[in-house]
């Protein structure tokens, strides 16, 4: 019931809702056969792995752990973190070693501090 209050205020349609009620069945016997045996015990890893499972077996249905993942970390039961900010981590470093390269190779000057104001109106 609070997964669906959760889905619906990320907006989630009624239909979208119910079918990713019907895939916690197979989300909880996954994980069973994981030995979690409580949601306080889940990591990104171990949502991950079932994912994984899941997508061979129903490859347009198991989006449902991603949001259920989403659901419990925006809910706090387990941290954020896991794929997504090493992800981030990633991108912004190559971006960074990009831009180094602009400026080096091309001569591109670096952003401006934002204490500079560079409104047309403050010149």
């Not at 016997?29 to 409580?38: E, F, G, T």
């Given at each position: 019931m609070v997964l669906t209050i959760g889905l619906a205020?990320?907006?989630?349609?009624?239909?979208?809702?119910?079918f990713a009620i019907r895939m916690l069945p197979h989300v909880d016997?996954?994980?069973?056969?994981?030995?979690?045996?409580?949601v306080a015990s889940l990591t990104h890893a171990t949502l991950d792995a079932c994912w994984r499972s899941l997508?061979?077996?129903?490859?347009?249905?198991?989006?449902t752990v991603r949001s259920l993942e989403r659901y419990l970390v925006t809910t706090g039961v387990i941290a954020a973190g896991g794929t997504e900010t090493a992800e981030a981590s990633a991108l912004r470093i190559l971006s960074e070693e990009y831009?180094?390269?602009l400026r080096e190779?091309?001569?591109?000057?670096?952003?401006p501090s934002p204490a500079i104001d560079t409104h047309p109106s403050a010149f």
């Open positions: 205020t990320s907006g989630y349609t009624p239909g979208s809702r119910e016997s996954d994980l069973r056969r994981r030995r979690v045996r409580d997508i061979k077996v129903f490859p347009t249905n198991a989006g831009a180094n390269h190779v091309r001569g591109f000057a670096p952003r």
